[in-house]
């Protein structure tokens, strides 16, 4: 698994739960859940973005298993939909205190993941598919792309080549790794940041800046939406000292919107990315169109 190979091989990689601090190495997380490498199946994992969420990820993604990254806010109605359709043999969901078919089971004392009972392989899944994540188009319904490790761990590298990540990034997941954009975000700066904060605080909750100051997070990314907010609540007229760059895909911003921004960067040396992402190609895809302000 290259996506995973090259995570672990950023051996001084520190994986910090936002709200409490706890911090774990990335040699102890991937592998603290003791799962069988060969085991193949398919995990639901609904995602919240905190480091229990992402001790899965990665333990799972050590496996032989099809990992599924969906949004922990789906209605309950459309969650037993996407299980009926696809009859996956685990599903990590705190929301839920039983779900019918399935067993609780406790991996740790922070992780418990239902199980399928009786699982009797029911869904054939090709080898190369790694991850399934829905689009802005399928996600009212129970339509899923398949991603390999291989195309996403190529999209990685082709970010890595013009993204100015740096060895001492302290990077936090703003965006939901169900997304592709998020996901993306994740992969990139595990292969070469220094500590990625986990959390499902957003930019409009004071807790979300108290953590930013705590930690002194090195980049921000986001679709048009959250570059509206930041400019609603006045991020663009004063510094963020430990910010270096900003990313965004999503959609266009508007141009007095792109003209704040790019002032912003060049009065405080800051960077701006912005991106072409879809699911079906594999994540962040594009070249940058501004730097320090400059199109």
């Not at 409490?20 to 102890?28: L, N, S």
């Not at 085991?39 to 992402?54: P, R, V």
């Not at 907010?229 to 007229?237: C, E, M, Q």
Request: with cysteine.
């Amino acid at each position: 698994m290259k996506i995973l190979e090259n995570i672990i091989a950023n051996k001084n990689l520190l994986f910090t739960e936002a709200s409490t601090g706890r911090t774990i190495p990335v040699g102890m997380l991937y592998r603290s859940l003791g799962l069988n490498p060969v085991e193949k199946g398919l995990l639901f994992l609904y995602n919240d973005n905190q480091l229990n969420s992402i001790e899965i990820l990665l333990n799972f993604y050590g496996t032989a298993h099809t990992i599924a990254l969906l949004g922990r806010k789906l209605h309950p109605d459309f969650k037993d939909r996407l299980e009926a359709e696809y009859r996956p043999k685990y599903i990590f969901d705190p929301q839920r205190n039983e779900i019918p078919g399935y067993s609780l089971k406790e991996f740790s004392d922070t992780i418990k993941i239902f199980m399928m009972d009786d699982y009797q392989n029911e869904i054939k899944i090709n080898s190369e598919i790694k991850i399934l994540l829905s689009t802005s188009g399928t996600t009212g319904t129970p339509k899923l792309v398949k991603l390999s490790d291989e195309s996403l761990y190529q999209n990685a590298l082709s970010i890595l080549d013009y993204m100015p990540i740096l060895e001492s990034d302290v990077v936090p997941l703003n965006v939901p790794i169900n997304f592709v954009y998020g996901f993306s975000i994740f992969t990139t700066n595990c292969m070469r940041a220094a500590r990625i904060v986990c959390s499902d605080k957003d930019i409009m909750q004071n807790e979300f800046w108290k953590e930013m100051d705590e930690y002194g997070y090195s980049t921000l990314g986001g679709v048009p939406y959250l570059y509206e907010n930041l400019n609603r609540i006045g991020f663009f007229r004063k510094n963020s000292s430990s910010l270096r760059y900003l990313t965004h895909t999503g959609g266009t911003i508007n141009t007095e919107l792109r003209k704040i921004i790019f002032a912003y960067c060049e009065e405080y040396s800051k960077e701006f990315f912005a991106q072409y992402g879809q699911t079906e190609a594999g994540g962040r895809n594009g070249i940058p169109f501004h730097s320090r302000a400059h199109e």
